[in-house]
């Protein structure tokens, strides 16, 4: 066995990986649109939960903007933490199949070399940034939309 670039491969080679690696992107799409997606939710419960504090601050001076700057900024925090924690775990994956000692009767001299470079971090970190844009600012836009009256008058003097 032997470990080639994917552009030194032939070109009916690379025809016949084309369906898997699509197949592959596929899924990981998928995945980061439902892990959007619960993202999405929670923030929308958050942003439920939070209706008073932010009516107060509204009704005490904050415009509209600042609220949904606010919302987005935490929401890309979220996002930038969730792509450097997969970051770390890909490294210490990487890492772990490195140092499998498999039997060369199975894959004769194959090693497994995974650096992590600057192009998956980057990568990694402006997926992470898109996905904080795409699916919070809906969150941030209603964050800063509810009038502060209503906010107030609907919940009262509940604590």
């Known amino acids: 066995f032997t470990a080639v670039p994917a552009a030194a491969l032939s070109e009916s080679d690379a025809e016949g990986l084309r369906p898997l690696l699509q197949a592959v992107f596929a899924f990981t799409l998928l995945l980061f649109l439902a892990t959007c997606a619960n993202l999405t939710g929670i923030f929308q419960s ?15 001076g904050a415009g509209r903007w600042r609220l949904a ?16 924690a997969a970051l770390g775990i890909g490294v210490i994956g990487a890492r772990v199949l490195m140092g499998m000692d498999v039997p060369a009767e199975l894959v004769g001299t194959l090693r497994f070399d995974a650096a992590i470079g600057w192009r ?30 209503s906010a107030l008058k609907d919940e009262g003097g509940a604590q």
């Open 69 to 84: 700057f606010e919302w987005m900024i935490e929401c890309t925090l979220v996002a930038l933490l969730g792509g450097l």
């Open 120 to 149: 998956v971090v980057a990568f990694t970190v402006g997926l992470s940034l898109v996905g904080a844009v795409l699916f919070g600012a809906g969150t941030a836009w209603r964050a800063g939309r509810r009038a502060p009256v």
């Open 46 to 60: 958050r942003l439920a939960s939070r209706t008073r504090e932010l009516a107060i601050r509204q009704s005490l």
